[in-house]
């Protein structure tokens, strides 16, 4: 077993076996299309299989020691900081919400 993923965010690892590095390549991911394939051989005419056949090439971004850190890179990363950090967000939001509310009411 080896370190092969990491997800920052989420403070998450995977620890995966060193038989699913394949030709020097961490395959961590599920080909969803060939698993479901495979699944219906299995139920229709109980054709074995094994996680090996549905495995995928992790992407770069998901390899442990990556720069990404375990995020796609074509999406969006919100980062926040804290629970007081995020309270404080959300009081701002709802004072200006009802500030805008209020604007024009003093003169009904």
Known sequence: YELA???EHSNC?????TRLKIGGKWHTWIDYPKFHS??????EEKKEFTA???VAPTPEWGVYGAKEQ????EEERVRKRGK???ATRRKA????????DN???EDE
């Open 103 to 105: 604007t024009g009411k």
């Open 52 to 54: 090996f056949d549905y």
């Open 38 to 43: 495979l699944y219906k051989s299995w139920k």
């Open 5 to 7: 993923c990491e997800h």
């Open 84 to 86: 007081k950090a995020a």
């Open 13 to 17: 690892i995977l620890i995966a076996d």
């Open 70 to 73: 375990g995020f796609d890179p």
């Open 93 to 100: 939001a709802t004072e200006k919400k009802k500030a805008s």
